[in-house]
């Protein structure tokens, strides 16, 4: 049982929308790019991840030698072809229950909150007409360390006023559950029960978070 939780913060990409797709496809662009095999494996990392953080783990993957101006450029390069893909996004795209699975704990008076290191977070819930829903955005463009700190969702927690131990974070990556129990939290995994294995309930697709209602007390 799930008891004394007065928020639940939401990851964003594949636990709210599967905009991680579109992710994947910028990232493995620019890798190809500079003639680097990107796998759908090798992106697991750079879930939950910054963009800068994921620029670097690209240049150590090709052991690229570059500043970090050219850096910067590829990540903004990266971002611009991924607005490009995420610019049709609409409600369609959203996984099954979560607008209900949110409206229920609205009802039963708990705070939502979104704890991505997204930096196109505001703009993903305005075309998916769900950013009225939170009570409060921890997104890229307010936090300076990437998951596993647990900066986004302490923030999200102190934006509310609730203690950090009353809250639940929903992630479908490894490094955001980890980031979730250093910042004092719980957490729910979405994915690949191995590699969330540390997360106290993980289930294989958003839509079955639904479940946690049957669990969750305030």
Same mark, same amino acid.
């Given at each position: 049982?799930? /008891?004394?939780?007065?928020?639940? @913060? ?10 991680? +797709? ?13 003639? @680097? ?7 697991? #990392? ?10 670097? *783990? *690209? ?33 369609? /795209?959203?996984?099954? #229950? ?6 229920? &704990?609205? +009802? ?17 819930? =305005?075309?998916? /007409? ?17 998951? $596993?700190? $647990?900066?986004?969702?302490? &923030? ?7 203690? $950090? =131990?009353?809250?639940?974070?929903? =992630?479908?990556? +490894? ?8 910042? +004092? ?10 590699? &969330? ?18 669990? *969750?007390?305030?």
């Amino acid at each position: 049982m799930l /008891e004394n939780i007065k928020c639940v @913060i939401f990851d964003l990409d594949g636990v709210v929308v599967d905009t991680a +797709k579109y992710h994947y496809l910028a990232w493995k662009r620019l890798a190809e790019g500079f003639h @680097i095999s990107f796998t759908e494996k090798e992106n697991e #990392n750079f879930k939950g991840v910054s963009r800068m953080a994921c620029m670097d *783990i *690209i240049c150590e993957m090709g052991n690229l030698k570059i500043n970090q101006d050219l850096k910067i450029n590829l990540a903004n390069m990266k971002n611009e072809w991924y607005v490009e893909y995420i610019n049709t996004l609409d409600q369609s /795209e959203m996984f099954d #229950n979560v607008k209900d699975f949110i409206l229920e &704990l609205k +009802k039963r008076g708990i705070k939502i909150a979104l704890g991505s290191a997204s930096k196109n977070a505001r703009f993903i819930l =305005e075309k998916l /007409e769900i950013k009225d829903l939170f009570d409060t955005i921890s997104d890229g463009t307010r936090v300076k360390n990437a998951k $596993p700190d $647990p900066e986004v969702f302490l &923030l999200a927690a102190s934006d509310l006023n609730v203690n $950090p =131990e009353n809250c639940l974070v929903i =992630e479908d990556a +490894k490094s955001g559950v980890e980031a979730a129990y250093n910042g +004092k939290m719980r957490a729910i995994g979405i994915g690949d029960k191995d590699h &969330l294995s540390q997360a106290e309930i993980v289930y294989s697709q958003a839509s079955d978070m639904i479940g946690l209602l049957d669990l *969750i007390k305030k």
